[in-house]
């Protein structure tokens, strides 16, 4: 709804209480008594109302519209209040991951300007339609040259090189390869959820070489095997950003899934007080990952809520841990009482941020001054509740 509240700021000898014009007088001309129509005010000026479709477009969740509105605004008025009010809810769209509509753009791919009318839900920052950022890119880049190091550090346990030169120059190999690679691969933008795609690909892929090697590589042949393991991640990671294009959010809760399934799994192993074995943990994380990526599928949610969720995992593992430690119990005992934290902590932060990513208010104030002829000017506020 939108209420409008005008005062008028008078000058001259004469003063006037009201907003609508009195009654024209003889000797004055119609121009002097509708200066509005030379001078529009905040509600009929054309910059505005493209600016007040354009936040209409963004709370419903269109995004890419809303932003090819309010770059309008910025090309077609580039001198217009408006303009600046447009450029700081397009820097808004392009930076931040938690706007208050939860809705970021898709990069626009219609031509000659033309506004899309897709769906909402094409649009939405939990159906992978994130926009690329320079933030992405670096964050991308920074992993994958911290990936590199592993990678080249494995390849020379492969070779069973020996000696400081050549773990020097496989590290430095390693870590130069990957950085001119993801600078070259991401020349044409990357979005935040691919960037978390490819750097959870390739910790997975290490996490599974567990399971391939029961245990760290203690060999050539087993050092070849983890690098395989990690390239493979890597790959999966690129038929899933082809082909599932998934917001960071999404990337979130599968990481979130395969933590708490291999730490309940974990549990689970102190509850029977059995020895734990590589290949149910690492299979319990795996099966928590595909869990929780199919999970975001049908109940979409925002990274800051994952966080919010591995936190509350978190405090119920030490609500379980002062209960161990004030029964003075331990052994299979006091791994019920941690499996009870963590699974209580865990249900109450998904309960208590059942409503984290819900579209919240937003305060739209714009203030306008216009003359109003002989009366003086006039000044309008205008807010959107």
Request: aromatic letters at 6%; one cysteine or more.
């Amino acid at each position: 709804m939108m209420c409008a509240v005008a005062l008028a700021v008078i000058s001259g000898d004469a003063a006037y209480a009201q907003l609508e014009p009195d009654a024209p007088s003889s000797g004055q001309s119609s121009s002097e008594q509708n200066p509005d129509e030379n001078n529009p005010s905040p509600t009929t000026d054309e910059a505005w109302q493209l600016y007040d479709r354009a936040f209409a477009q963004l709370m419903a969740g269109k995004a890419v519209a809303a932003r090819q509105l309010l770059q309008e605004i910025s090309g077609r008025f580039p001198d217009h209040p408006a303009a600046a009010q447009a450029a700081r809810r397009v820097l808004e769209v392009d930076t931040h991951s938690d706007l208050p509509s939860r809705v970021r753009p898709e990069r626009p791919t219609e031509q000659d300007g033309a506004v899309s009318d897709r769906s909402d839900e094409s649009e939405s920052i939990f159906r992978g339609s994130e926009p690329t950022s320079l933030q992405a890119r670096a964050e991308f880049v920074f992993n994958m040259t911290g990936h590199g190091v592993l990678l080249g550090y494995g390849v020379r346990e492969m070779l069973a090189g020996d000696g400081d030169r050549s773990l020097a120059a496989a590290l430095m190999i390693g870590g130069g390869t990957s950085l001119g690679a993801s600078l070259y691969f991401s020349r044409g933008g990357i979005t935040q959820g691919q960037s978390q795609l490819y750097n959870s690909a390739l910790y997975w892929g290490l996490w599974n070489s567990l399971l391939i090697n029961d245990g760290p590589p203690e060999s050539a042949d087993e050092a070849g095997r983890t690098v395989a393991a990690q390239l493979g991640g890597l790959g999966v990671g690129a038929l899933l950003s082809s082909s599932w294009t998934p917001s960071s959010g999404a990337v979130a809760l599968a990481n979130t899934g395969g933590l708490w399934a291999t730490v309940v799994m974990l549990l689970f192993h102190g509850i029977a007080d059995t020895e734990p074995e590589i290949e149910t943990i690492v299979l319990a994380g795996d099966a928590g990952l595909l869990l929780g990526g199919l999970i975001s599928r049908k109940y979409p949610m925002s990274r800051g809520r994952t966080l919010l969720i591995d936190t509350g995992g978190v405090l119920g593992i030490l609500a379980g841990s002062l209960i161990v430690v004030a029964a003075e119990t331990d052994g299979s005992a006091g791994s019920v009482f941690l499996l009870g934290g963590t699974v209580t902590g865990l249900g109450l932060a998904v309960a208590g941020t059942r409503n984290w990513d819900a579209p919240g208010p937003v305060a739209n104030v714009r203030l306008g001054v216009s003359p109003m002829g002989a009366r003086g000017w006039g000044a309008t506020a205008a807010f959107e509740l």
